[in-house]
């Protein structure tokens, strides 16, 4: 069996002291890898926080598009109906203006659902077509058949309000 007693270590040529500077120069390289690794965190974190708020921005563009079309299909059918009904040309003209604002509407709308779009156009075009035959009825002073042609009409507003209201409840959940 070995001693250890008996063996000599023998000592290193240099001996690390640990002097003042030295003592500041890893305190100093310590903080350094310290701020390193902090300032890789955050920017981590801030293209997190800034891909999370872009969806959220995204999102809300949708569900504002949403709310415009449905804002101004409403003020269309008002204006159609308040035609059909006074035959006034202020709610021609206004019903006009109506229909261009709601056509822009749908364009943006359509960006985000082309499918939805193309459904909601067809829908609305049906409106504004029932609508103003039953217009023709109205000033030929045939009530029977107005009735009918406005009857038509809210068939295709129910449709084009059930799009709408699909397309905001998807976009809420998404």
Known sequence: MI?????????????????????????????LLISLISGIYQIVALNKSDYYTSQQLEQVVVLDTANKVSTFFGELK???????????????????????TL???????????????KDLRKSVDGVIEK??????????????????????????????EKITSKFSDKAKTD
């Open 78 to 100: 008002y204006w159609l109906t308040d035609l059909a009904l006074s035959l006034s040309s202020e709610a021609e003209k206004n019903s006009e203006i109506a229909q261009k």
């Open 131 to 160: 609508s103003m035959e039953a217009v023709d009825y109205y000033f030929d002073e045939d009530r029977e058949n107005g009735k009918k042609m406005m009857a038509e009409a809210r068939s295709f507003i129910k449709e084009s």
């Open 3 to 31: 001693d250890l007693k008996k063996i000599k270590f023998k000592k290193p040529d240099f001996e690390f002291k640990l002097t003042l500077q030295n003592k500041l120069v890893g305190l100093l390289s310590c903080i």
């Open 103 to 117: 056509d822009g509407e749908i364009m943006q709308f359509g960006k985000f659902a082309p499918e939805e779009s």
